[in-house]
């Protein structure tokens, strides 16, 4: 069974780090695109980029760029997101998606999503 | 850059067929995807490549695409249909990302 579990919520401080996770299993792990979307409160779905869990080869969208830092650990087969200087309006749900091909198509499965909320 | 529209809102009753549109400029020549994403869940693909159905989703979703409008179109809807629905498409022009979602529609079950 195809899964991506996701790290747990989390709450930071306006300037902290953070570093989330995404865990997938039950497919080959290296064969596939892990997009991550978020979501803030009451809007709908962002794409921020995605990462070919292969070769780490990434794709960011430019409002995200230079924002985030996506990046894979294929050995434990483990996608993440992280942020080196949180602001107030990262508060948002994350969400990472299996994409196939060249990730051009649909996202076939989501993780459960994580929710992050920077509060001073 | 490419914008996908989506009704912010649609109602129907149960048992009913609902409609809910992503317009687009010749969106008809592009794979349209839509996802069903419930509150407190993570999104679920219902329609992939304008029409084809994932396995486990009812055969009362159904999608089209044709022109500047994909349609998304649920049968015989049920309270357990009600939830926000969002099309996907990518565009590979260089003026926007390549994931581009709608704004999404909310479908209320009266």
């Known amino acids: 069974e195809v899964q991506l579990v996701q790290s747990g919520a989390e709450v930071k401080k306006p300037g902290e780090s953070l570093k989330i996770s995404c865990k997938g299993s039950?497919?080959?792990?290296?064969?596939?695109?892990i997009a991550w979307v978020r979501q803030m409160p009451g809007k709908g779905l962002e794409w921020m980029g995605s990462i070919y869990a292969g070769d780490s080869v990434t794709r960011y969208s430019p409002p995200f760029q230079g924002q985030v830092t996506i990046s894979a650990d294929k050995s434990i087969s483990i996608v993440y997101l992280q942020w080196s200087s949180l602001k107030a309006s990262d508060t948002a749900m994350y969400y990472c998606a299996r994409c196939g091909g060249d990730c051009t198509g649909h996202f076939d499965y989501w993780g459960q999503g994580t929710l992050v909320t920077v509060s001073s | 850059s490419y914008v996908l529209t989506q009704p912010p809102s649609v109602s129907v009753a149960p048992g009913q067929t609902a409609r809910i549109t992503c317009g687009g400029n010749n969106i008809g020549s592009k794979s349209v995807h839509w996802y069903q994403k419930k509150a407190g869940q993570a999104p679920v693909v219902v329609v992939s490549?304008?029409?084809d159905r994932p396995s486990g989703i009812p055969e009362r979703f159904s999608g089209s695409n044709s022109g500047n409008t994909a349609t998304l179109t649920i049968s015989r809807v049920e309270v357990g249909d009600e939830a926000d629905y969002y099309c996907h498409v990518w565009d590979s022009s260089t003026d926007h990302p390549p994931v581009i979602f709608g704004g999404g529609t909310k479908l209320t079950v009266l």
């Open positions: 490549d304008d029409s």
């Open positions: 039950g497919y080959r792990f290296t064969n596939y695109w």
